[in-house]
């Protein structure tokens, strides 16, 4: 089962709590003091909010997958579109682990495809503005090792 991801760099984590709890009808499943999800089955969608963004406002999309085969199903087809990637294996990010492909869409949006395997203690980092810089990476550093 796949579940579409949002992830929004807000300014002010506690009135975007607020105003986001009342949207969806429910308080995120995840609060750090630096971060909020929100697993929603209607719409089915990962949501994020974080204020560890560049700037407030959309930071990127994804697809989150279920297992490591809809992962190589997703990754597989955006090898054949022939874009510059980034992949990350045992990544640390919002909080979890996970392997995860990013790539950006015609209009520079990044697009990240992840599995998650695990849980974090940190909100960790990942490479998303690595594509643009430093292209495919085949050994898991965002092209840049």
């Known amino acids: ?40 089955d209607d719409p089915h969608v990962n949501f994020a909010i974080d204020t560890n963004g560049d700037s407030p406002g959309l930071d990127h999309l994804g697809i989150q ?38 790539v950006e869409d015609p209009e520079g949006i990044p697009w990240e495809t992840f599995y998650t395997t695990g849980e974090s203690t940190v909100y960790g980092e990942d490479t998303r503005y690595a594509i643009a810089r430093c292209g495919d990476d085949e050994e898991g550093d965002g092209g840049c090792g």
Do not use: N
Not at 65 to 74: T, W
Not at 76 to 91: M, N
């Open 1 to 40: 089962m796949k579940r579409l991801h949002v992830s929004v760099t807000v300014a002010d984590l506690e009135a975007s709590i607020r105003f986001y709890s009342t949207l969806f009808g429910q308080a995120p499943c995840v609060r750090k003091d630096d971060y909020a999800k929100w697993l929603l």
């Open 65 to 102: 997958v279920s297992d490591e085969q809809e992962l190589g199903e997703i990754t597989g087809r955006l090898d054949e579109a022939r874009v510059a990637s980034a992949t990350q294996e045992g990544a640390t990010c919002c909080y979890v682990k996970g392997d995860k492909k990013w």
